[in-house]
Structures are given as structure tokens and as C-alpha cells.
């Protein structure tokens, strides 16, 4: 175990269930699973909040259908956990299926006795 008992191998996994919580739509997991002040930057260059993107999934105006990640790699650094990697997203954003490809990176902090998300940043692969 490293850095506030956070071992490099749970990182994905952690990950994992924030991914299957947003396909789930699952926003009491998801409001525990993020920080309050927590940064989503999505692959266009949008800019959301938690309370944005919660409220986006909670009414269902964003659905998100398959996440898949690949090539994941973590690294530890002053308490952070860094996961990045490519990842593959299929929603349906205001009755539009979107399907893109991204490169990634996700900030994990501890809170307490548990980890949040404090910032989400991808970036579209042409």
C-alpha cells in the first residue's frame, strides 16, 4: 500500500465503478463518488461542475450507454492517484447518439476514508 493506502492496483477498479454508477445513472453513488468542487472537462471542451453533470444524468438528458477504457496506467504523486488511458464512450446526449474516442485522465484524492474524484479531462482522438 502507498500514499494514504491507496495501492496502484485498486485505482481501475475504483474507476470501474464510477463507470458503471454513470451507466447506471446512479446519482446517489456518483454524488458520493465525486468531490464537491470536483472539475469535468469533457472531450469538447466543455467545462461542468459535480452538481452540472449530476443534474445531467439525473434527468436522463445525458445517458450513458457503454464506457470502455484501455491502455489504463496509474501513477502516484503527493497523495493524488493519477489514472489515464483511452476510453470509449457510447450516450445518448438529448436523444443523439454520441459515440467518441478519447485519451484521458482522472484525479483521484482521499477524503477522509474514501477516494474522490477531483478532476475528469479528455481529449477527443480524431
Given at each position: 500500500?502507498?500514499?494514504?493506502?491507496?495501492d496502484p492496483v485498486t485505482?481501475?477498479?475504483?474507476?470501474?465503478?464510477?463507470?458503471?454508477?454513470?451507466?447506471?445513472?446512479?446519482?446517489?453513488?456518483?454524488?458520493?463518488?465525486?468531490?464537491?468542487?470536483?472539475?469535468?472537462?469533457?472531450?469538447?471542451?466543455?467545462?461542468?461542475?459535480?452538481?452540472?453533470?449530476?443534474?445531467?444524468?439525473?434527468?436522463?438528458?445525458?445517458?450513458?450507454?457503454?464506457?470502455?477504457?484501455?491502455?489504463?496506467?496509474?501513477?502516484?504523486?503527493?497523495?493524488?492517484?493519477?489514472?489515464?488511458?483511452?476510453?470509449?464512450?457510447?450516450?445518448?446526449?438529448?436523444?443523439?447518439?454520441?459515440?467518441?474516442?478519447?485519451r484521458y485522465?482522472?484525479?483521484?484524492?482521499?477524503?477522509?476514508?474514501?477516494?474522490?474524484?477531483?478532476?475528469?479531462?479528455?481529449?477527443?482522438?480524431?
Amino acid at each position: 500500500m502507498t500514499d494514504h493506502g491507496l495501492d496502484p492496483v485498486t485505482v481501475p477498479g475504483l474507476d470501474r465503478a464510477r463507470r458503471e454508477a454513470m451507466i447506471r445513472a446512479d446519482v446517489p453513488t456518483l454524488t458520493g463518488m465525486f468531490a464537491d468542487d470536483m472539475v469535468w472537462i469533457h472531450g469538447n471542451g466543455a467545462v461542468d461542475t459535480k452538481q452540472g453533470l449530476l443534474g445531467s444524468i439525473g434527468s436522463g438528458r445525458t445517458k450513458y450507454l457503454a464506457i470502455d477504457c484501455a491502455d489504463e496506467t496509474v501513477r502516484l504523486h503527493g497523495g493524488l492517484a493519477f489514472l489515464g488511458g483511452i476510453t470509449a464512450v457510447k450516450a445518448d446526449i438529448g436523444g443523439h447518439i454520441l459515440e467518441t474516442r478519447s485519451r484521458y485522465t482522472v484525479v483521484w484524492a482521499p477524503d477522509g476514508d474514501a477516494w474522490k474524484v477531483v478532476s475528469w479531462q479528455s481529449t477527443l482522438l480524431l
